[in-house]
């Protein structure tokens, strides 16, 4: 793995200031999926980037079946460790994912993954996401960050999600540990992904959904973005 963001969600990092700040972020993310996804019995779903998923066990209750995927080799053997034996639960390895069939899924969510990828990598994954849904499913794009945010806004929503919390001291000198972190010179010299809606809704268009862009963002961020694509249903193929 070259020097990427990859490279740096797979060692150890402190973006999460604790353990409170991490059972908060998860407990969180696990409330908006459940929250965004049509209420169907026995729905398919994959969290496509899902980071340690802490809360997929709630996640998984609320649905048909939960398939989790992330990049990171140490995510994944974390995620296999943690969710061993959990029968409405798959994680799968990198073969795994390449052999999820097409239709196999109801909904794919991308949650505050894209910024991560190298913009080339967008649309083929989009594209992948489209044959994973089943017709009708749905792709939850969440957290993407448009061409108006600012580091500001990352730090008053990280300090106001602390403040509420009660992790406002550790939050603190978690933004000091980050300021001199790998984060801070990977955000420097790779920076992030950043889309306006009108690209994110041709990409998305591009790869055969219907797009709208939700309401609010998903998640801690109010000026990010999220978009929800249907796939088109069988009626309408
Ligand atoms: C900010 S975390 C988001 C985790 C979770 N989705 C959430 O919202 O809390 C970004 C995650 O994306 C994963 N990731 C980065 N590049 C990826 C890729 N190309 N494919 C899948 N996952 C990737 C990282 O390993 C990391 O766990």
Do not use: K
Not at 6 to 17: G, S
Not at 184 to 198: K, N, P, S, T, W
């Amino acid at each position: 793995m070259a020097d990427s963001w990859l490279r740096f969600w797979d060692r150890p990092h402190r973006i999460y200031v604790n353990d409170r700040h991490l059972r908060v972020h998860y407990r969180r993310v696990a409330d908006e999926i459940l929250g965004i996804l049509p209420p169907r019995p026995g729905l398919r779903v994959l969290d496509y980037g899902c980071g340690e998923a802490l809360e997929a066990g709630q996640v998984a209750a609320g649905v048909g079946h939960l398939t989790l995927y992330d990049a990171a080799p140490s995510v994944q053997a974390r995620l296999r460790e943690r969710f061993a034996g959990e029968t409405g639960i798959t994680v799968l390895d990198d073969a795994g994912l390449a052999a999820l069939g097409d239709g196999a899924v109801d909904a794919v969510i991308i949650f505050s993954v894209v910024q991560y990828l190298p913009r080339a990598a967008l649309p083929p994954l989009l594209a992948r996401a489209r044959r994973w849904l089943a017709p009708g499913g749905l792709l939850v794009v969440a957290d993407v960050i448009p061409p108006e945010a600012r580091m500001l806004d990352d730090i008053r929503s990280l300090l106001g999600t602390a403040a509420r919390h009660g992790f406002l001291l550790p939050a603190l000198a978690g933004l000091a540990a980050t300021f001199f972190s790998d984060y801070r010179r990977l955000r420097h010299d790779l920076g992030f992904a950043i889309y306006g809606e009108a690209e994110m809704t041709a990409l998305l268009q591009a790869a055969g959904f219907s797009v709208s862009r939700a309401p609010r963002n998903l998640g801690f961020h109010p000026v990010r973005r999220t978009y929800l694509a249907s796939a088109p249903s069988l009626a309408s193929t």
